[in-house]
């Protein structure tokens, strides 16, 4: 008895395997209508057998339009819960090489909304799909959706091909919950700055994202925030603020020269806003304004100490030791502008401003000071070359009486 029931368990799981790919042809058509409410095209339907039986739907196109969307293939297992639920229900598709439009993706849960007398997905496999957004596309990544009791899209989670990068998206009425997680990942446009952890959370709709929490670690250090995405009419629009606490600087800078930069502890503020007509094009036009200081460290390849011993000269090289570092950063398309530096270590301090124009050429200047006791020393300092190699050249220093100190902060020069 039990070798009979398993033969007939065997005929009813291969039985569709018998039936000819033109019977479903002239059936799938319609019902894969029915379930995605929109015109579905495919180019072919055949059977695999290894390495498990499953019906093979290729190049498909929706609505008609491979911009709307396209898909490589649905994989359609035959295994027992699908044949005898056959025209009720379907568990463990797949769909890959999935290629859609931000409209349809958005679109999802109305698209996937159950009707009588269609099969009702118990849950849907996504490998190596993406989403065009503008010129570029977003992905490849895969994960799930899952839907719940009455068949209706509860939540998709996706990640990267590394699985550094997870996220979590939940329809809510007529918005989107999303949740973004990611380790050890580096920053997909700009500067490849390095998060050990990082995590989003927002809401999305048809006009853009709000993201409400931003909390990342990275070099040793915590950025908090916000930030909000919209796109349209008037092209895409990134703007917010962050907060950073006790980063360490060095490997923070070195991201932007590994010759001239700053070690130390950082905190500050930055507010940013970026605008282009399309995405590619998001982050060619930065406008960043923030606070910045900077605790126990070094200006690395920078030496504002040496020429106050001088007669006059050019220097380069060497470092600045500092107790504190305060800034003003500016960083606006092909410059970066340092106003308003007040360095203050030991005996030494000094003011000044400092530009990065094009080509990473410098121009800047500082005035600096060393007091010790009864003996003061100052000097005027004007700062160029190149980031990689800055040069400091200088007049003769000024030796002025006790009581007599004075700093004056050099007009603060704008890049050329």
């Known amino acids: 008895m039990l070798s009979v029931l398993l033969f007939l368990l065997l005929a009813v799981a291969l039985g569709p395997l018998a039936l000819p790919s033109s019977f479903y042809e002239e059936r799938l058509g319609p019902v894969l209508q029915r379930m995605t409410h929109g015109n579905v095209k495919a180019g072919q339907i055949n059977f695999e057998y290894t390495p498990a039986p499953a019906l093979i739907i290729r190049n498909v196109v929706l609505d008609s339009d491979p911009a709307v969307g396209q898909i490589e293939r649905i994989v359609v297992p035959v295994n027992a819960y699908n044949v005898f639920n056959w025209g009720k229900a379907l568990r463990n598709v797949t769909i890959e090489g999935g290629h859609f439009s931000p409209t349809y993706a958005l679109s999802l849960p109305q698209r996937l909304k159950p009707e009588a007398d269609t099969p009702r997905m118990a849950d849907l496999g996504l490998v190596n799909c993406s989403v065009a957004v503008g010129k570029r596309d977003l992905g490849p990544a895969s994960g799930k959706i899952s839907f719940d009791k009455a068949g209706a899209l509860a939540e998709v989670m996706l990640s990267d091909q590394e699985n550094r990068l997870e996220l979590h998206i939940e ?6 919950a999303l949740t973004l997680n990611a380790r050890n990942w580096e920053l997909p446009f700009g500067y490849p700055i390095k998060f050990d952890g990082l995590l989003l959370k927002g809401i999305a709709n048809s006009a853009g994202i709000v993201i409400e929490d931003i909390r990342g670690d990275l070099y040793s250090g915590i950025v908090t925030g916000n930030a909000q995405v919209s796109w349209g ?24 020269s590994n010759s001239t930069h700053i070690s130390g502890r950082m905190v500050g503020e930055a507010k940013f806003a970026y605008h282009a007509v399309d995405y590619p094009q998001l982050f060619d036009s930065p406008a960043i304004d923030a606070t910045l200081q900077f605790k126990d ?6 030496d504002l100490v040496s020429p106050l011993k001088s007669q006059g000269g050019n220097y380069g090289g060497g470092q600045t030791r500092f107790d504190t570092l305060n800034t003003l950063l500016q960083v606006r398309p092909g410059t970066v502008q340092f106003n308003k530096i007040a360095i203050e270590g030991g005996k030494f301090r000094a003011n000044g401003s400092l530009a990065i124009g094009k080509e990473r050429k410098l121009n800047g200047g500082f005035a600096a000071q060393v007091s010790s006791g009864s003996l003061v020393v100052s000097n005027q300092m004007q700062v160029g070359g190149e980031l990689s190699r800055p040069q400091v050249r200088t007049g003769a220093a000024y030796r002025p009486r006790g009581g007599e100190a004075s700093m004056a902060s050099p007009q603060e020069t704008a890049p050329q």
């Open 233 to 256: 009419s008037e092209g895409w629009q990134l703007s917010g603020v962050v907060r950073t606490n006790g980063l360490q600087s060095e490997p923070l800078s070195m991201v932007f």
């Open 171 to 176: 329809p809510k009425d007529a918005v989107f």
């Open 297 to 302: 460290g070094l200006v690395h390849n920078l």
